[in-house]
């Protein structure tokens, strides 16, 4: 099993262009989750899902849109980068109910020039 | 909603000395309490977790923490650390989400640093 898997590790965007992150994983998870890490400040929930074709906000939403089109599956999009984006960014899967144990990506490091 | 606190941002330590990480969480109803640890350039792994039963986890790699309900803590302790221990650890409490569903609430993060 690959576990959490996350397109592309890096990533160099100008103010105003988009684009669209990619988290997979293959353990039949039903929730998934978005989570933006910066200095001192933790890990911070963007979006999640709680099963195919279903998302809702986190903590720090704006200027965020997810999909989850297919289970195993949970986009993430800019849709006009700002340099207050510049961050890492990880996924992870939940059987959600239960535990609440998480399993994650290894990241995707994003700079917003 | 729960919060997690987690004292230090920095902790330095020599090799083969004992460390402790510390954490608070908000809430005495019954949570699920976690220690994840992240090394450089990579995601979080679990550490340990505590759900039910004895108060003191364990971890594979030395490490364990011990729930303490009446302070609402959950410290993480190593007796003898070594080099590669050198990571980031994150404190994570779980949290209800609607449906009933559970979402991690995560501390700051402590970056253990291992001095030769």
């Known amino acids: 099993n690959a576990g959490v898997t996350q397109t592309p590790k890096f990533r160099v965007l100008k103010t105003g262009q988009s684009m669209t992150l990619l988290c997979a994983q293959d353990m039949n998870h039903e929730y998934m989750y978005w989570y933006r890490q910066d200095p001192g400040m933790g890990l911070r929930l963007i979006h999640y899902s709680v099963g195919e074709g279903t998302t809702a906000k986190g903590e720090v939403p704006d200027g965020y849109n997810v999909s989850r089109l297919k289970k195993q599956n949970f986009l993430l999009g800019l849709e006009s980068a700002a340099p207050s984006q510049t961050s890492v960014y990880f996924c992870?899967?939940?059987w959600g109910t239960g535990t609440g144990e998480q399993y994650f990506g290894p990241g995707t490091r994003l700079t917003v020039t | 909603a729960q919060s997690v606190t987690q004292l230090d941002s920095q902790v330095p330590v020599f090799e083969e000395a004992p460390v402790e990480l510390r954490c608070n969480y908000s809430?005495?109803?019954?949570?699920?309490l976690f220690w994840y640890v992240q090394y450089p350039n990579q995601g979080l792994q679990l550490l340990l977790k505590?759900?039910?039963?004895?108060?003191l986890v364990e971890s594979i790699n030395g490490f364990e923490a011990e729930f303490n309900k009446s302070q609402t803590s959950f410290h993480l302790r190593k007796p003898s650390v070594h080099i590669s221990d050198t990571a980031e650890y994150f404190c994570a409490v779980s949290d209800k989400m609607i449906q009933g569903a559970q979402k991690l609430v995560f501390g700051q993060g402590t970056r253990l640093t291992i001095n030769p």
């Open positions: 505590y759900l039910s039963g004895s108060t």
């Open positions: 992870a899967s939940s």
């Open positions: 809430s005495s109803v019954s949570v699920y």
